[in-house]
C-alpha cells in the first residue's frame, strides 16, 4: 500500500512519501535508543511540562489539524476537532498524575523479613506502536502519552493512509520539547514491521489493528521474547431489554453505530433486542438511521463521511449483499451511492442467521444488525456468541440485569445505559480475539514498566535468615 494522503471524499491522491530506506530506520532507532537514555534520567515534573506544552500546542492548531484528518481518513471536521480535544484532554491527564501512578509501591517489609520492600516502576526503552488509521491522533496518544511520560521512547508505523498525520505527532512532541529522538515516525509499510521489531533497541511493540496484524505481531514479539500490548477487533454487542428507555437507547445506538462514519473498534455493530420490545425499537432506530445526512465531511450539516478507502465500502456492501442473499431484510440503506468518494448509507439488517457472514465477523462501517431474542440467557448468548470481546452495551433500568450483565458479558468494557467509549481515567483493552493487555490509567503506563522488585535488609546476615529461594 502506498504512503499516501488520499481524500476519501473525491478519491484524489493528495500527497505521496518515499518509504524510509534501512538507513534511515536504523538511524531513527538509533535515535530513539540514545534519546531514552537521557529521558529515562529526567523528573517527571520535567515531562509532565513537556506534556502539558503538547496538549497546548495541540488545543492552540485545533482546527488545521482536525482538517487534516478529514481530509487524510473521512472523518467529520466536527468529530475530527472532538478528536484533537480529547488528545489534548489526554496529555494533560498524564502530566498531571503520572507521579502519582509511578510513585514506589510499599510492600509489608516484615512479612518479607527486610527493611524496607517496595515497587519501583521503570521505563524499558524504546517502544514500537503500530496505530491504525481510523482515530489517527487518539489511537496514538493513548500510548504515546503514558509511554513518554513514564520515560520510554516511541516509534510510530502508522496506517499509511495518514502519513501527515503521523508527521505531525513527531513534530508536537518535539515542538513541546522532549528531547531529539524521544518520538519518531516511521515512514514505512508493513513489510518493515518484523526489521523494527526485531531490532535489540526496540524493547516492546503496541498495535491496534486487525486480527491477522495482531497475529503477525505476536509472533514476532514471542520470537524476540518482547511485550506486546495488542487492540483488535470488536464486534460489540449493544442489548436492549425491556425496561430500557427506548428512545433513548435508540437514540444512542444510532451514534454508537454511526460514530466515526461507523469505522471504529468499539462502535455497537450487533444490536440485540429483547422481542418484547423489538418492534418498536427496530422502527425507532431505523428512523434514526434513515435520517442521517451523509455527505462532504466538512460540511457542519453532515452527520456520516465517506469510509475512508473504496476497499472498504466494497467489503461492507459485500457483507450486506451475502446476508440479503442467505434471507436478510433491509430496513434501510443497503445500496451503494454513485459517484466519487466512498460514501455509504447508513444501513440496518435484520432476520439475520449464523449463515451469513454478518454474524460473525467484524461490520467496519455504518451497517447495523438487528438481533430479535426472547430472554436475558439468550441475549448474553448471542452477545457473547463471537469471537470478539472488546466491548458491550447493555440497556436495562432493573439493577439485578445491570449487576448480571456487568458480570456475564465477555467483553473488556461493560457500559450501562451509555456508549462504550474510552477515558484517560479509565483502562482500556479486550479479550478472546479482540487482543490482551490495557491502555490508558495507571494500567496502561505500566504496561511499558519493568515492574521492579527492591528488597532492603538491615544487613547480610539479617537479610539471609530464613529467607527462601525462588
Known amino acids: 500500500m502506498p504512503i499516501a494522503t488520499t481524500n476519501p471524499a473525491t478519491g484524489q491522491v493528495l500527497k505521496s512519501y518515499e518509504p524510509m530506506s534501512s538507513e534511515q530506520i536504523d538511524a531513527a532507532i538509533d ?10 534520567r529526567t523528573t517527571v515534573a520535567q515531562r509532565a511540562q513537556w506534556m502539558n506544552a503538547a496538549a497546548d500546542l495541540l488545543d492552540a492548531e485545533r482546527d488545521d489539524t482536525a482538517r487534516l484528518m478529514t481530509t487524510e481518513m473521512g472523518k467529520t471536521y466536527a468529530a475530527a476537532r472532538a478528536e484533537v480535544t480529547k488528545c489534548a484532554t489526554a496529555c494533560r491527564f498524564y502530566a498531571a498524575n503520572a507521579e502519582r501512578m509511578l510513585a514506589d509501591e510499599p510492600a509489608d517489609a516484615a512479612a518479607v523479613k527486610a527493611k524496607r520492600a517496595f515497587v519501583r516502576y521503570q521505563p524499558i526503552g524504546a517502544v514500537l506502536a503500530v496505530m491504525p488509521w481510523n482515530f489517527p491522533l487518539w489511537q496514538v496518544m493513548r500510548f504515546a502519552a503514558p509511554a513518554l511520560m513514564a520515560g520510554n521512547t516511541g516509534l510510530l508505523k502508522h496506517a499509511s493512509n495518514v502519513p501527515q498525520t503521523a508527521l505531525y505527532l513527531e513534530d508536537v512532541f518535539r515542538r513541546a520539547g522532549f528531547p531529539e529522538g524521544a518520538f519518531t515516525t516511521l515512514l514505512v509499510g508493513s513489510d518493515a514491521v518484523d526489521r523494527i521489531l526485531s531490532d535489540p533497541r526496540v524493547r516492546a511493540a503496541t498495535l491496534t489493528g486487525s ?5 503477525s505481531i505476536a509472533q514476532i514479539a514471542g520470537r524476540e521474547l518482547k511485550k506486546t500490548v495488542l487492540e483488535l477487533g470488536g464486534s460489540d454487542p449493544f442489548v436492549v431489554m425491556p425496561s430500557a428507555d427506548l428512545d433513548r437507547a435508540a437514540e444512542v445506538a444510532t451514534t454508537a453505530r454511526c460514530q466515526n462514519n461507523g469505522q471504529s473498534c468499539i462502535a455497537a455493530k450487533r ?23 451523509v ?17 472498504g465500502r466494497d467489503e461492507i456492501h459485500a457483507q450486506v449483499r451475502d446476508a440479503v442473499a442467505h434471507g436478510a431484510t433491509v430496513l434501510c440503506g443497503g445500496e451503494k ?31 447495523a444488525g438487528l438481533y430479535r431474542v426472547s430472554s436475558y440467557d439468550e441475549a448474553v448468548a448471542v452477545a457473547n456468541g463471537t469471537p470478539f470481546g472488546l466491548g458491550a452495551n447493555a440497556w436495562t433500568t432493573d439493577p439485578a440485569e445491570q449487576e448480571r450483565f456487568a458480570t456475564d458479558l465477555d467483553a473488556g468494557n461493560v457500559f450501562v445505559n451509555g456508549m462504550t467509549t474510552s477515558y484517560p481515567e479509565l483502562p482500556f483493552g479486550g479479550v478472546k480475539n479482540s487482543g490482551y493487555g490495557r491502555e490508558l490509567s495507571a494500567l496502561g503506563m505500566r504496561e511499558f514498566c519493568n515492574t521492579k522488585t527492591v528488597w532492603v535488609g538491615e544487613g547480610a546476615a539479617t537479610a539471609g535468615a530464613g529467607a527462601h529461594a525462588e
Open 271 to 293: 444490536f440485540i433486542v429483547h422481542t418484547d420490545v423489538f418492534d418498536a425499537f427496530a422502527g425507532k432506530f431505523a428512523a434514526n438511521m434513515a435520517a442521517l445526512r
Open 31 to 40: 535515535r530513539a535508543d540514545l534519546a531514552f537514555r537521557d529521558l529515562r
Open 211 to 215: 486480527e491477522g496484524a495482531g497475529r
Open 295 to 311: 455527505g462532504d465531511p466538512m460540511d457542519a450539516d453532515t452527520d456520516v463521511g465517506p469510509l475512508a478507502s473504496e476497499s
Open 337 to 367: 451511492p454513485t459517484g466519487d468518494g466512498w460514501f455509504y448509507p447508513p444501513t440496518v439488517v435484520t432476520d439475520l442467521n449464523p449463515q451469513m457472514r454478518m454474524w460473525a465477523e467484524e461490520v467496519f462501517g455504518p451497517v
